[in-house]
């Protein structure tokens, strides 16, 4: 079993990830009341309640506000990158999306399965890491929240995309964009959350946010726009800001 560069997550190889999709796909033959007791646990990763909040990077509702979707996604497909808890799947499939979440964690995906099969909701849920060498299609939306930081060693992305000793840092990444693009169709959008982590809370002041526009139109986007910051946790703010960016194919 791998890890991601950030060191922070371990990545489930082929046979870890067939066993892990084939529970997934099981999940719709447990009986309902087995599935709500395995929800009553507590979340994995996307916070849905302030009493769940504790160290955690926010309510997931405030990202979601941030990210300017569209209010009608019938007929729009949409790929969520590291969906964890199925929490912004559920969302885009409540609004007519079709919808595929992946993830590197079979908790994560068992308790996003579980919650849309009590809710009615048609989610393809699978197990993969990113990126994917097993997709081979286009969405009108990809989403890739909190992300490619993972795939750095240094996750301070502006040094990465300013300071010469992170060249193999920075290829990467900008690897990582032009894949994003080729799952991104044409006319569609790819909404990425970047968190900007510091040492010092004054590492801030010379910070130019924009500057990542500027990579994701290298990568092939057409446009790329900067919505700025969502609402997460005031113990996190000092140390770390989370962006969110809209690129369109």
Not at 219 to 225: E, V, Y
Request: contains cysteine; charged residues 25%; hydrophobic residues 35%.
């Amino acid at each position: 079993m791998n890890q991601t560069r950030s060191g922070e997550y371990k990545l489930p190889g082929p046979l870890a990830r067939w066993a892990g999709n084939c529970m997934v796909g099981l999940a719709a033959h447990v009986p309902r009341t087995l599935r709500a007791r395995y929800l009553r646990r507590g979340t994995y990763y996307q916070v849905f309640e302030e009493d769940e909040l504790g160290d955690r990077q926010g309510l997931s509702i405030n990202k979601w506000k941030a990210m300017q979707m569209p209010s009608d996604l019938h007929g729009k497909t949409v790929l969520d990158i590291g969906c964890a808890d199925g929490f912004f799947c559920r969302l885009c499939a409540q609004q007519g999306a079709t919808v595929l979440g992946i993830d590197s964690a079979v908790g994560r995906l068992l308790r996003a399965r579980c919650m849309a099969l009590e809710e009615g909701l048609d989610i393809n849920y699978r197990i993969d890491i990113f990126p994917s060498r097993t997709l081979r299609r286009q969405f009108d939306y990809v989403l890739c929240l909190s992300v490619l930081h993972h795939s750095l060693v240094n996750k301070d992305v502006w040094k990465v995309l300013t300071n010469g000793h992170c060249a193999e840092d920075l290829t990467i990444l900008r690897g990582h964009l032009k894949i994003l693009r080729s799952f991104t169709a044409s006319q569609g959008n790819c909404i990425i959350e970047m968190p900007y982590e510091y040492d010092d809370p004054k590492e801030r002041e010379e910070v130019d946010f924009e500057l990542f526009n500027q990579e994701l139109v290298k990568a092939g986007f057409r446009k790329a726009t900067h919505l700025g910051t969502w609402e997460h946790n005031e113990k996190l703010k000092a140390i770390k800001d989370r962006e969110i960016y809209v690129a369109q194919a």
